[in-house]
């Protein structure tokens, strides 16, 4: 694990938090004990190979290490934390050993040779004690019969929107990671590389293969760039090269960087667009202040792409028009962002308070899935985006509104496949920091090919 030295002096200060409000859950709850599992390994079916493990992210909000299956991080009131390490021997796979790291002087740390071991640091009647995780069979097994209760998993999901010093500086060091990966790819794709061969120079650069990364790279050239989640990456060139979309991330300490970026391969009127998005990106993250509704947030990102179809004059009609007929939805078919954390798409996106009180979606936002309204030292990603959709424009060639449509112009960028720039933003009172523009990106020009 790579990280700047004043990491550590920032994570027991976030033990001390996580503490504090594990207290305050235990007495409301009546609860005693919490047991958070970290994971187990799983097989492949009919297999003796393992799927890549992932830890429970509420395992990760304590512990720092990902790689630690059959751990458990035990909490009681006025305790100190406990962390429970596997120490079995084993000559088949390689084990990660924390002995030597500093954080775990945060932690009462205990070993045990076997994964039943668990059984005897913990109560035997467990009518006070809750299991979080996501092996309900090994729950079962020990006793627990409070298993990810509900009220104990909406208190947690609704405080982790709100960031401790650690989890902002281990973000800021993902950013990094990733804005480094992102330039290595637009470099390559200058150079006329494959998507495939994109990604090789992303993982190069960041040091980090597709089973440590928070999500799987998305690379897509031409066409491809239209995929929302284009994971199948060709491992030709595309010919002619025309643009490159690259949505990818890096992860630090179970934190995640979740960066878009789009190049064209020439100068021409598809570089213009991405300019275009690139400012209502800025423009909108201006926007992004406590007390805003993230759903009104969502509503302007539509009034401004509509004002860009009208201007590069894919849409004949009015924006108002377009945004009343739902055309924008067509060519930005996504929520405008998210919450980013230990998840990508972190919970608590559309919880009111910390009982889970739901905040459903404004009438034809279904597909917004953030719905809080903003408050300091949240971290959100802003991303909106214009697309050429197949599947989508074909539905809307077929509508009764197809007559508002450019078509000439429309088929002009089909071959372009869309346009995304996503910025990961901490909200402060009173100002917002742009993590990924305070990285290299900032600075960076692409070399047209």
């Excluded at 720092?64 to 991080?73: K, S």
């Excluded at 934190?255 to 190049?263: E, F, G, H, K, Q």
Aim: include cysteine; glycine fraction near 6%; hydrophobic fraction near 40%.
């Amino acid at each position: 694990m790579t990280t700047s030295a004043g990491l550590w002096r920032l994570f027991q200060s976030h033990i001390d938090e996580l503490q504090k409000r594990a207290e305050r859950l235990l007495e409301r709850e009546n609860l005693e004990l919490l047991a958070i599992h970290s994971g187990q390994q799983k097989r492949w079916f009919l297999d003796d190979m393992n799927y890549p493990f992932r830890a429970n992210p509420h395992f990760k909000a304590w512990c720092p290490e990902t790689q630690l299956p059959n751990a458990w991080i035990i909490v009681q009131p006025k305790t100190k934390p406990t962390l429970v390490l596997l120490a079995a021997d084993d000559f088949w796979h390689t084990v990660k050993s924390v002995e030597s790291e500093d954080w775990t002087a945060a932690f009462h740390v205990e070993h045990l040779k076997t994964p039943e071991a668990i059984e005897t640091l913990l109560p035997y009647d467990k009518k006070h004690a809750a299991y979080i995780g996501e092996h309900i069979e090994v729950a079962k097994a020990l006793g627990f019969d409070n298993i990810n209760p509900d009220p104990v998993l909406h208190f947690f999901h609704y405080h982790r929107l709100f960031k401790t010093d650690y989890e902002l500086a281990c973000l800021e060091e993902a950013n990094e990671l990733a804005a480094r990966g992102h330039i290595a790819a637009a470099e390559a794709f200058a150079e006329g590389a494959s998507e495939f061969e994109c990604l090789l120079s992303y993982m190069s650069e960041t040091k980090q293969g597709q089973n440590e990364v928070p999500y799987s790279h998305i690379i897509g050239q031409n066409k491809n760039a239209s995929v929302l989640h284009h994971w199948q990456l060709a491992t030709a060139n595309k010919t002619p090269l025309r643009s490159m979309l690259v949505d990818a991330g890096a992860e630090v300490c179970g934190y995640a960087a979740d960066i878009s970026r789009t190049w064209s391969y020439e100068h021409n009127e598809y570089e213009e667009l991405i300019v275009a998005v690139d400012q209502i990106t800025l423009a909108l993250i201006d926007k992004l202040k406590p007390g805003v509704s993230f759903p009104d947030l969502h509503k302007l990102a539509h009034e401004q792409i509509a004002n860009l179809l009208f201007a590069f004059g894919f849409v004949r009609c009015s924006p108002e028009q377009m945004i009343e007929e739902g055309i924008t939805t067509v060519f930005f078919p996504h929520g405008l962002g998210h919450p980013l954390g230990l998840q990508v798409h972190d919970v608590g996106a559309a919880q009111a308070d910390e009982r889970g009180t739901p905040i459903p979606s404004p009438q034809g936002q279904l597909t917004l899935r953030t719905t809080r309204t903003v408050e300091a030292r949240q971290v959100y990603t802003i991303e909106p985006g214009i697309y050429f959709i197949e599947p989508l424009l074909n539905k809307l060639a077929s509508s009764n509104k197809k007559h508002l449509i450019n078509w000439k112009r429309v088929d002009e960028f089909r071959p372009f496949g869309g346009v995304r720039i996503e910025d990961n933003i901490v909200v402060y009172r009173e100002k917002n920091d742009n993590l990924t523009r305070r990285t290299e990106l900032k600075d960076f020009k692409f070399k047209v090919g």
